[in-house]
């Protein structure tokens, strides 16, 4: 039985529930309704809960950990001379994996597997012409783990719908054995959600370490291989897969951050300004049109604006700046990244800002006006000083989206990893070079392929740094304005 239908069985036990928790509550006071300690919805609502929630949390935790289980007893049946010298469990994992799918895939399409099992070529060629590509034949290690993992995954689904369906049924009972007159349901169903509430919570929180435990852990394998003073304080980035190569993170950082700058220089004071002129000075018409087409800036695709910055951008300053003052000759560089992602990042100023001044109490700006102060002097010295913690967050806002822009910066700056003054060179930033130690045939055992985990821990740091400093600024202000 698959997820869905599974769950959509849980979901019409969890109506049925609900419309007979309701009636069962009703016919007990005889439709006096009176005589119910909480509305009738309620009694509906606390069946349904009990009936959904404990096995659709059975689920999600079955389908987490079910994987962990079955592929540690399917790398136990592989053996040992048949996995590649240096190669990491994860990619042999992989193909049993692939090994296990494209049968699945091949029973579905009613092809008979026992020739299949006992020829690895024919195998190959099948799983090849169904679009599952192995590089090499399959060893009988790999195809007797596959299998063992294609059974335990039936058997482990199977079990998991029955548990499921005995879970969800014995909720149901146990909300229909709970209903009485007396019976204080809506306590219990408000409790049931604070509680959902609170897991739902959890589970961001549970993410966020989660995140920063990969990266952290991943990064400590890459520095057992890398010595963490030449990715610190090397100038130069030269990855050479096979090893041999140098990964010192400054070039990528001083490309970020450059990038970064000037991508705040270009939106922060236009989106800025053109928050306080909606907010204060635009009438309601032209704010009804204004503010909707800034925002639409935030709905374009980056590849459309990285495709601005190479064919518009860059050749416009090549050709009218770099060439001319003999500062370069190619059309991709910091500049044009940079111009093309301020413009990119102004409705995350501009509309937030917006909305953070029209947030300022009136009465501050009354108290201005009686003391005799002009509009232009509210703003600057009442308004805006009172709307500064929301500003800087949206700046940070900003700040952040730049720092992550990884399309316009390939399109725009190109691929270069150096440090230069120069704004009109081509350079690179930290996440162009996650992508790239990625993309291909890699595997998770050479210092090239886990610098990208140090790469992203780096940028981590970098953005919460960023996080502390507004987070400064904004109890600074709040202290004089709360």
Known sequence: MSIGLLSLIVLTL????????????????????????????????????????????????????????????????????????????????????????????????????APLLQDSAALKTALNDNGIVLQTEPAPSIMTASMALRQAQSLSRLAMVVVALVVS?????????????????????????????LGCSMIAILTTFGIVASLLLESLHFFQLYPITDFLFSTEWSPKFGGGGTLGVLPLLWGTLYVSVIALLVSVPIGLLSAIYLAEYASRATRAWAKP????????????????????????????????????????????????????VIPFVSSLSDDIINAVPQSLRDGSFALGATQSETVRKVVLPAALPG???????????????????????GAAAKMSLNPLEAMTTVTVKIVSQLTGDI??????????????????????????????????YQEQYD
């Open 169 to 197: 049924g014995g909720g149901l009972a146990l909300g229909l054995s709970r209903i009485s007159p007396v019976f204080r349901a809506r306590n219990s169903a408000e409790r049931f959600v604070i509680w959902l509430l």
């Open 391 to 413: 500003i800087v967050g949206a700046i940070l806002l900003a700040a952040s989206r730049a720092i992550g822009e990884t399309m316009i910066v390939v399109m725009g700056a």
């Open 14 to 113: 969890t109506v049925i529930g609900y419309v007979v928790g309701r009636s069962r509550a009703v016919s007990q006071v005889s439709g006096d309704i009176r005589k119910l300690h909480s509305l009738p919805v309620f009694y509906g609502r606390i069946t349904a809960l009990t009936t959904a929630v404990p096995a659709a949390l059975l689920i999600i935790v079955w389908l987490l950990v079910e994987p962990l289980f079955l592929e540690n007893h399917a790398f136990s049946l592989i053996d040992s001379a048949d996995i590649p010298q240096g190669q990491s469990t994860e990619l042999v994992m992989s193909d049993v994996r692939r090994v296990a799918a494209g049968l699945d895939m091949l029973q579905a399409n009613g092809q008979d597997l």
């Open 293 to 344: 087409a800034i925002e639409i800036l935030a709905g374009i695709p980056t590849i459309v604006y990285g495709l601005f910055a190479l064919v518009t951008v860059g050749p416009l300053l090549r050709d009218y700046f770099a060439e001319p003052l003999g500062l370069g000759n190619s059309s991709s560089s910091v500049l044009t990244a940079g111009l093309v992602m301020g413009i990119m």
């Open 443 to 476: 595997e998770f055992a050479s210092a090239e392929t886990l610098v990208a985990f140090a790469l992203g821990l780096t940028l981590f740091t970098l953005t919460l740094c960023l996080n502390v400093v507004a987070l400064i600024i904004v109890r600074k």
